[in-house]
C-alpha cells in the first residue's frame, strides 16, 4: 500500500514552453501533498504544500505563477512550469500525506526528471 | 523556520564496518525524525524512523538515537554492506504540519568491499 505514481518519469522540453507534473496516490486518499525540487547532488527542496480543494502554499522564494499547483482530487496533485527555462532544469519530486495512516509518514514518488534546452 | 543540519557530507567506510551519520535541528518543536535512503535517479525511501518520545529505536542493523536536550539525532549503520552505499537524508518535522519535513543536505555514503 502507500504508493504514489508520478508522470511522466522524464520529460525534455524547449525554453519558453510549459511542462505539467501529475503526482497521483494510486491506494489511498492523499490529504496533502508536497512538491520538492532536487538539483544535482543536493537535498530535497521543498516548493509547495497543496491541500486538496484549497490553493497551495508556497515556500518562500518560489513563483507562484512559474510553478502552478493544482490538487484536484484526493489523488491527483499537478505541477505545471510555465515558460520553463534551462535553470528550471531539476529533478521534480512530489509527496503525499494522509491523516488515515501514520499521521507523520510522507510517501514519495518515483520523480521527474526535467530538461530544458 | 526549521534548520536541519547534517554531517559528514561524504563518508567513506570499508565493508563490515560502522556508519554514524548526524543531524541537529533548530526547532525544539520538532517531534518526527524520519531518515531516507536515495539512490541516484531513485525516489527517497524511509529506513527508519523516531519520534520525539522516544531516545532510541533499532531496526535488524539500523539505528537511530535521539537527544531532544540537544537536539540532534544519529543514524547508525552497522556491519555495513556495498548495497548501502547511497545518498542518506535526516529531516525533521511536527505532525501539526501534516508531514511538512525540512531536510539536511545528505551524506553520501560510500561502503568499500
Known sequence: ??????????VICKSGTSVKIECRSLDFQATTMFWYRQFPKQSLMLMATSNEGSKATYEQGVEKDKFLINHASLTLSTLTVTSAHPE?????ICSAVTSGMRYDEQFFGPGTRLTVL | GENVEQHPSTLSVQEGDSAVIKCTYSDSASNYFPWYKQELGKRPQLIIDIRSNVGEKKDQRI???LNK?????????????????????????????????????????????
Open chain 1, 1 to 10: 500500500g502507500a504508493v504514489v505514481s508520478q508522470h511522466p518519469s522524464w
Open chain 2, 69 to 113: 536536550t540537544a537536539k540532534h539525532f544519529s543514524l547508525h549503520i552497522t556491519e555495513t554492506q556495498p548495497e548501502d552505499s547511497a545518498v542518506y537524508f535526516c529531516a525533521a518535522s511536527r505532525w501539526t504540519n501534516a508531514g511538512k519535513s525540512t531536510f539536511g543536505d545528505g551524506t553520501t555514503l560510500t561502503v568499500k568491499p
Open chain 2, 63 to 65: 539505528a537511530v538515537t
Open chain 1, 88 to 92: 528550471d532544469s531539476s529533478f521534480y
